[in-house]
């Protein structure tokens, strides 16, 4: 048997269809809700870990920079050295003071050199022992937060797993009941549906008032609302509004209830 059209559909169906589809949308609402922040906080962890491997990546490429550094100012030392050993040979060959004079100034500006490296030595070692001590605090704190996305990870898979048949069998029905309401019309709903704080785009009158945003809805438009002939939607929130027994909600009469609880009262003051 063909589908029928959604245009096709009268009011009425109109708004049976938007409502289920609306209490199908919450159930799974509902189920996303009992992972409550744990996807968020799943999603923070891995950015802190992310962030947490890129610092010691860097520090890692410190570590390496200073020792290559402290291998050259080794050489360059040694290189010095020679120079100096050389110059003083070359001493022993002067024949007047101004080549005296030069030999002992490139020997002491070697000897300055050597110091120079040394000391830069001294604090490449420094600064290796610093990256290290930063590395170790580092991977502490990856090794917590490691620790803390498993138990978070578990956790949010075992409640998917206990509801995500449930789950894949209520965003089927949403899908098929999409299929029933025509695109203008569903659009329409779900972008209500989006801009609500608790997600609904259809709701019932409840004692004489929208169900989203509970402000009075006039007797006549309330009339209106029951006939069933158009969609109505609220002129304060938006919302599309439905006939409480066409969504099959059961109503009590405020009046009914009040006077139940007169009886009730009066019962309690006749035992007494």
């Known amino acids: 048997m063909a589908r029928k ?17 609306q209490t199908t949308l ?22 802190e870990i992310a962030g947490l491997n890129t610092r010691i990546e860097k520090i890692n490429s410190e570590i390496t920079e200073f020792n290559e550094a402290i291998e050259r100012n080794k050489g360059n030392i040694g290189e010095a050295e020679k120079s100096v050993a050389r ?18 100034k490139e020997i002491e500006f070697q000897e300055l ?15 290796i022992d610093e990256c290290k001590n930063h590395l170790e605090e580092t991977q502490a704190q990856l090794d917590d937060k ?9 956790e949010l898979h075992d409640i998917i797993e206990e509801t995500h048949v449930e789950e894949d069998k209520l965003k089927a029905k949403a899908e098929d009941l999409k299929k029933k309401i025509e695109p203008g019309l ?18 019932h009158i409840e004692r004489d008032a929208c169900g989203g945003c ?11 609302i029951k006939m069933h002939k158009k ?35 009066r019962k309690k003051k006749d035992e007494e």
Not at 26 to 47: M, N, T
């Open 87 to 104: 110059y003083k040979e070359q001493l022993d060959d002067v024949q007047n003071n101004r080549q005296y004079d030069t030999l002992s």
């Open 5 to 21: 059209d959604p245009k096709d559909f009268t009011v009425e169906e109109k708004l049976k269809n938007l409502y289920q589809l």
């Open 26 to 47: 919450s159930s799974i609402d509902e189920k996303k809700a009992l992972r409550g922040e744990l996807p968020l906080e799943v999603e923070d962890l891995e950015d």
């Open 231 to 265: 969609i109505i939607v609220c002129e304060y929130c938006g919302r599309i509004l439905i006939d409480p027994e066409l969504a099959g909600v059961k109503i009590e009469d405020p009046a009914a209830d009040t006077k139940r609880k007169r009886v009730s009262r």
């Open 214 to 224: 509970f402000a009075k809805i006039p007797p006549q438009r309330q009339l209106d």
């Open 186 to 203: 569903l659009n329409s709903f779900l972008r209500i549906r989006s801009n609500t704080r608790n997600g609904l785009g259809i709701v």
């Open 113 to 127: 050199n050597i110091e120079l490296c040394n000391k830069k030595i001294r604090e490449g070692y420094n600064k």
């Open 146 to 154: 490691l620790a803390v996305l498993s138990e978070k990870k578990d």
